[in-house]
């Protein structure tokens, strides 16, 4: 029996992944990028691999394999990766005590989780700053890739590894059953994945438009330290992170937390602002981030939105010799 054929539209990581399931099912598979190379959110995020973040049950459960997918790939091809893992950090009582739940709901779910004091934090990793910290959850189950690297191997090694065929450059104007067109050009298959992100404007407008699919924003800086060797030896997350990620919900004392944050730093919520920091091969800090909602956005970066991340920042972080190096902001379908 011959093997059937698969297009998939979008060479971001949705579209890398689709193509790698349809590659292992046996479907001959070609890609198609409008672009010479993927340049949406999959390159313009942090590169956290983030299972902590998932509630239990089929996500989570999702998460962790999405891992293992990495991890596997990442070993085929020597892709740079750490296992970090996480650390949710707490200034404030009403955090430590939204931690302490959690870790509680975590455990009994097996969750490979950890508290720590603030002696064994900043024992254990660099850069955390030490005044007024109470402790921390910390979680062994995440991981760091780096986007930039992973964005240009993964194609390689879909191509090599799984003969995965790759059409850069060319924009698909219109789909059709079992055909696909870009401009005057017209491939055929026996199925088509559209894997575009978060442009819901060239193809299925009227459809995207009549979903709740909406688009997000978010605003990302990139640090470097004067100290070489400096390795932060994990992920590193705020309070505000705990109202971000809904396996966080699970504790019965998120309500009061929220509306604390909505009462002393409303500006945060109002921008979506939680921040985080993640750690590359090279020592480099990616630090966001922001999230504004919706169908169309001002291009622009905002400074204030950057200041309000970086003033946050340096409640947890000792960020004295880092150095600004880098700006930009991603767009994902939500
Ligand atoms: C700043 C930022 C930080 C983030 N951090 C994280 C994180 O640390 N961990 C995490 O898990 N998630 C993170 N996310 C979310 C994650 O990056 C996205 O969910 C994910 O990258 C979406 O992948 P995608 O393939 O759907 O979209 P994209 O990466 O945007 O890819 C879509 C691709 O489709 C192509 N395309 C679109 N239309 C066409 C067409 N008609 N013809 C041909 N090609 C087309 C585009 O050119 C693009 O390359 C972050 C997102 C952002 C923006």
């Not at 689709?18 to 672009?35: D, H, N, Q």
């Not at 962790?64 to 707490?90: C, Q």
């Not at 930039?148 to 065929?165: F, G, H, K, W």
């Not at 789909?175 to 193809?203: H, P, Q």
């Amino acid at each position: 029996m011959s093997k059937k054929s698969a297009i998939v539209v979008g060479a971001g990581i949705v579209g890398l992944a689709t193509a790698r399931a349809l590659s292992l099912k046996g479907y001959i598979v070609t890609v198609i990028e409008r672009s010479e190379k993927a340049l949406g959110a999959s390159i313009r995020n942090f590169g956290m691999i983030w299972p902590v973040g998932q509630p239990d049950g089929t996500l989570y459960n999702r998460a962790l394999r999405s891992k293992m997918i990495w991890k596997d790939i990442a070993d085929s091809i020597g892709l740079w990766y750490d296992e970090t893992g996480s650390s949710h950090v707490a200034y404030y009582e009403d955090e430590w005590q939204v931690l302490q739940e959690v870790h509680n709901i975590f455990l009994d779910c097996e969750r490979p989780v950890q508290l720590m004091n603030n002696g064994i934090i900043t024992g254990k990793f660099n850069g955390v700053n030490p005044d007024g910290l109470m402790g921390g959850l910390y979680s062994d189950t995440e991981m760091v890739i780096e986007p930039r690297e992973a964005m240009t191997s993964i194609p390689i090694y879909l191509n090599e590894y799984l003969d995965v065929q790759f059409i850069w450059g060319k924009t698909v104007t219109a789909v059709e059953s079992g055909k696909v067109y870009m401009n005057k050009d017209e491939v055929e298959a026996d199925i088509i994945f559209i894997c575009s992100g978060a442009d819901f404007e060239t193809l299925y407008r009227e459809e995207f438009s009549s979903t709740e699919i909406t688009k997000c924003k978010l605003q990302m800086m990139r640090f470097k330290t004067s100290d070489e060797d400096f390795n932060i030896g994990t992920s590193l997350c705020g309070g505000l992170s705990l109202i971000h990620y809904n396996s966080f919900t699970a504790a019965p004392s998120l309500p009061k937390l929220r509306e604390r944050y909505q009462q002393d730093m409303a500006e945060y919520l109002q921008w979506g602002i939680h921040v985080m920091v993640a750690q590359n091969s090279k020592g480099e800090l990616a630090v966001g981030d922001s999230h504004e909602y919706g169908l169309t956005f001002d291009p622009f970066d905002q400074a204030f939105i950057n200041n309000l991340i970086t003033n946050y920042l340096q409640q947890f972080a000792l960020t004295d010799n880092w150095q600004l190096i880098q700006t930009w902001n991603g767009i994902y379908s939500n």
